[in-house]
């Protein structure tokens, strides 16, 4: 084809060099957005594949259907070993965008396993629904909300028990600054309180849930987590009508007190004697409905720590920490409370929370630090028992 006229530049990411359009890097009004802050999505992307293909005995075949500059898929080429990567569909409805793709096949040449479509998701997706070859990953990273996406996606990826991978930015909707719009795209009530984050990446997967419950199959979560202006779940497709039906089971509700932080999960079918907090008396809030199982099993968030060290990345050291946190939360229950509320009812001051997790565990009670808060403590224990170890010190 034919390039456009107009400024183009080399830039790199990781250990891969690309050409990206003059403005690329302008946050608002770029011909093809080009995210920087973004490397640790794609870090951690790289890394799940890694371990993926160690699972599997064929090269991996990824769908990157909204690839933006095409950097995601150049960097899994470029970066992780050859043997792993059988093949790249990319795609993006941005003329632009296609053409920086071309243009980086031609010129910087990453061979035959890349291939570029101009073409709405939903249709590049679609299209491998009655195709007989089979996808192993498919990548939805879009601006907003990946809802539209999600269905088709399952639908291909049902096929061989393949993963899906998501991005969120609609944080404004799924941390309810706009829950009317969190009711009418994701069926959920999200909350603005200290439960945000936790809440929205849970009403995520709950969508995620659905969506493969309808088609028959269930969802395993690799990771999930919350970064900055993002949430990004990856999750593996399996093939179990009874698994999927167990784990609809446990969708579910977050009853919490916006004065105290007491809070309390209830499946769905289960009835609520009261909405009332039992601590102080206020009403409580509710948001759901929304997974309540795992966020992520801890046996694959340390598999992935072993193939970070194994690795170089340019967020290698924050993603370590955030893997760390992981493992060390991942034992306990779904939501946290809320220290400074806790200590303002007890009126204590100057307890930090790393004396409060010690004394909890002396008592053996599960207790952790969160990753969705500094200020956020796990544990297994009753908001009483965690009063009376706090009134110890
Ligand atoms: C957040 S950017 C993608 C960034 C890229 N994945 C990366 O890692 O840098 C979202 C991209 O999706 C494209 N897009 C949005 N809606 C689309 C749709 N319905 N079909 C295809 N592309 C779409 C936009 O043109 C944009 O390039
Ligand atoms: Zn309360």
């Known amino acids: 084809?034919?390039?456009?006229?107009?400024?183009?530049?080399?830039?790199?990411?990781?250990?891969?060099?690309?050409?990206?359009?003059?403005?690329?890097?302008?946050?608002?009004?770029?011909?093809?957005?080009?995210?920087?802050?973004?490397?640790?999505?794609?870090?951690?992307?790289?890394?799940?594949?890694?371990?993926?293909?160690?699972?599997?005995?064929?090269?991996?075949?990824?769908?990157?259907?909204?690839?933006?500059?095409?950097?995601?898929?150049?960097?899994?080429?470029?970066?992780?070993?050859?043997?792993?990567?059988?093949?790249?569909?990319?795609?993006?409805?941005?003329?632009?965008?296609?053409?920086?793709?071309?243009?980086?096949?031609?010129?910087?040449?990453?061979?035959?396993?890349?291939?570029?479509?101009?073409?709405?998701?939903?249709?590049?997706?679609?299209?491998?629904?009655?195709?007989?070859?089979?996808?192993?990953v498919i990548d939805i990273d879009p601006f907003g909300s990946p809802i539209q996406f999600i269905d088709s996606a399952i639908q291909v990826l049902q096929k061989n028990e393949g993963y899906l991978f998501v991005t969120a930015t609609d944080l404004q909707v799924l941390c309810g600054k706009y829950a009317n719009a969190c009711l009418r795209i994701y069926n959920s009530i999200p909350t603005r309180n200290f439960l945000c984050h936790e809440v929205a990446l849970r009403i995520l997967l709950y969508n995620l849930l659905i969506s493969a419950g309808r088609t028959g199959v269930a969802i395993d979560p690799v990771i999930s987590y919350h970064h900055e202006h993002f949430l990004r779940v990856k999750v593996k497709i399996i093939k179990s009508k009874e698994k999927a039906n167990l784990q609809h089971q446990n969708i579910g509700f977050v009853y919490f007190c916006t004065e105290c932080s007491y809070f309390k999960s209830a499946k769905i079918s289960e009835i609520m004697e009261s909405t009332d907090c039992p601590v102080c008396k206020m009403r409580l809030e509710k948001a759901g409905p929304l997974w309540l199982e795992q966020l992520y099993y801890r046996e694959y968030i340390e598999e992935l720590r072993t193939v970070l060290q194994e690795s170089d990345m340019p967020s290698k050291n924050e993603i370590e920490k955030k893997l760390t946190r992981m493992i060390e939360e991942a034992e306990s229950p779904p939501f946290f409370y809320f220290l400074p509320y806790v200590l303002r009812r007890l009126k204590k001051v100057g307890i930090g929370i790393q004396m409060i997790i010690d004394s909890l565990r002396e008592k053996g009670y599960i207790a952790s630090r969160t990753s969705f808060d500094p200020q956020g403590l796990k544990t297994n224990a009753s908001y009483q028992d965690l009063s009376d170890v706090i009134a110890l010190h």
């Open 1 to 136: 084809m034919k390039f456009s006229e107009g400024e183009w530049k080399k830039t790199k990411e990781g250990e891969t060099e690309f050409i990206i359009f003059k403005d690329a890097e302008r946050i608002y009004d770029s011909s093809v957005f080009y995210n920087p802050e973004m490397t640790i999505n794609r870090d951690l992307t790289l890394l799940v594949l890694k371990m993926i293909s160690k699972q599997k005995t064929e090269p991996l075949t990824i769908l990157d259907p909204l690839a933006g500059t095409g950097v995601r898929s150049y960097r899994i080429l470029k970066e992780l070993p050859s043997n792993i990567i059988g093949k790249i569909y990319t795609g993006d409805r941005n003329p632009i965008a296609v053409e920086t793709i071309q243009r980086n096949i031609e010129e910087i040449g990453f061979d035959d396993k890349l291939e570029v479509k101009h073409s709405d998701a939903s249709i590049t997706i679609s299209e491998f629904i009655k195709k007989q070859e089979t996808i192993d």
